[in-house]
């Protein structure tokens, strides 16, 4: 019950301003720019669409749509005669 309870000494000490801290940002270039050499054709490897910033998630689809459908690359297998 110790747990849920709060001192008061330090629910007072909650009007005392405290200097802010700077939060760092990436780089705005970064997050905008696309390069098509990143696209993965495997389904479960690749970066999903929107995980992409959406000021660059038309670039990536295009990108997609121009490397053409995804199918696996399968070995020869012998036919087998049915019946």
């Known amino acids: 019950m110790r747990r849920f309870l709060v001192d008061r000494a330090s629910i007072e000490n909650v009007n005392i301003v405290q200097p802010k801290t700077e939060v760092e940002e990436p780089p705005p270039n970064m ?37 053409g459908p995804t199918q696996p690359n399968l070995s020869k297998f012998p036919r087998t005669q049915l019946g």
């Open 31 to 67: 997050a905008n720019e696309f390069n098509s050499n990143e696209i993965v054709r495997d389904l479960d490897c690749r970066k999903q669409i929107h995980a992409y910033d959406p000021n660059i998630q038309d670039q990536v689809r295009s990108a997609y749509i121009l490397k």
